[in-house]
């Protein structure tokens, strides 16, 4: 049996991050997968393969990205959650569907992983696929730790049924490929038949239908930036007057240097798990509280 099929609530297991977002995925009952393979993301579909010889769960290699995509999004408008992954240059091939999905939106939860690669480990480039939450209007999470990394996939399906929208959960290679302990959960069953209900006047985008779209996306945008303000790992730490803005792997790296200086006293962190959209109202409060500000992330500016 493949270690991640484990059905032991409670128990701790060591998890490569990637083999923790898979683990995630499964106590949300994921129902659906498929992917273009690409480092650093390559190890998530590797245990859906493994794991779809075992169980009832869908997965495929799709031909690209953009077929993954698009495949992914025809279950979960039929009411399976479903996970896409790809690398970030991938997203490139994806943006097309990625865009009018954003409008048309979902009925089962669906997640999309892109994985960044700063310093080009295995990538032509180095972009921020961040600029994607911004482009399309959807929300985004970025977790910092392999735990963190499971707990925020089952909390990404549950925001995307919510929102009726895929939701992007960013990635950077050092969480991919981290390892470190995390405790399980409880493994939902696996759904094996959806139901695609008919309603052209919502899945065909065309003018008409779309600038209603968009007026809908904007609301749920709305609704995205109002959980961003109590998201549990939207968090501000500590009390000094030396503010900190960090997410994703940067804030382990921010944590260790506070500790090796010694200056915790001094320190206040603002800790963005649910990146976009940017929770202001907790953004505004820790400004209030601190002297001077320093930002630091993978990748941009």
């Known amino acids: 049996m493949h270690k991640l099929l484990t059905d032991s609530p409670g128990k701790e297991m060591l998890l490569l991050g990637n083999e923790a977002i898979a683990r995630g995925a499964l106590e949300a009952g994921l129902s659906f997968a498929t992917c273009y393979p690409g480092t650093p993301s390559s190890e998530i579909p590797e245990q859906f393969f493994r794991i779809s010889q075992e169980t009832d769960l869908y997965f495929e290699y799709s031909t690209n990205e953009k077929v993954a995509l698009e495949v992914g999004a025809g279950a979960a408008v039929s009411g399976l959650r479903t996970m896409v992954t790809m690398k970030h240059v991938g997203l490139n091939v994806a943006a097309d569907p990625l865009m009018t999905l954003a409008y048309s939106g979902v009925k089962a939860g669906m997640v999309i992983v892109t994985a960044d690669d700063p310093y080009l480990f295995s990538s032509q480039n180095e972009q921020d696929n961040r600029y994607y939450a911004r482009l399309s209007g959807l929300p985004m999470l ?146 209030d509280q601190v002297d001077k500000v320093l930002v630091v992330e993978e990748l941009e500016p």
């Open 142 to 287: 970025e977790p910092t730790n392999t735990q963190e990394m499971k707990d925020i996939t089952k909390m990404a399906f549950d925001l995307s049924e919510q929102l009726e929208l895929p939701v992007l959960l960013r990635t950077t290679t050092r969480l991919n490929h981290v390892r470190g302990k995390v405790v399980l959960g409880e493994l939902q069953p696996i759904r094996t038949k959806g139901e695609f209900r008919r309603n052209p006047f919502h899945f065909v985008a065309i003018p008409a239908v779309s600038r209603k779209l968009h007026k809908l996306l904007l609301e749920k945008y709305d609704q995205a930036a109002r959980k961003a303000e109590s998201w549990p790992t939207n968090q501000i730490i500590g009390n000094g007057p030396w503010g900190i803005v960090t997410n994703g792997v940067s804030f382990n790296y921010v944590s260790d240097a506070i500790s090796d200086l010694g200056i915790q006293d001094k320190v206040t962190i603002l800790k963005l798990g649910f990146s976009w959209p940017l929770p202001k109202g907790l953004i505004k409060q820790f400004l």
